[in-house]
């Protein structure tokens, strides 16, 4: 979880494959505003201690990059989808 502007903010995993993953790696960062469309995803593993761990993550066929305002210009720029290879 990450507290921004006295907000709480929770924080996902996206999961997505080749080629839409290259796109992704190369244009985001993270912290990066997105809309990932897919579905939910538990996964489940033990770790090295022993201990019992679980991860829910989405599984996203499309990313798109949220409107954001562009820093000193005053216009937005509209949320495009990335490629996914597939037609």
Do not use: F
């Amino acid at each position: 979880m990450a507290t921004n502007e006295g907000k709480v903010a929770q924080l996902h995993d996206v999961g997505t494959w080749e080629p839409l993953a290259e796109v992704v790696a190369e244009c985001l960062t993270k912290g990066s505003r997105i809309t990932a469309e897919g579905r939910l995803q538990t996964r489940s593993w033990e770790a090295a201690d022993g201990s019992k761990r679980r991860a829910i993550e989405i599984v996203a066929p499309q990313v798109s990059r949220r409107e954001s305002q562009e820093a000193g210009s005053g216009r937005r720029q509209r949320g495009r989808p990335y490629p996914t290879g597939q037609s």
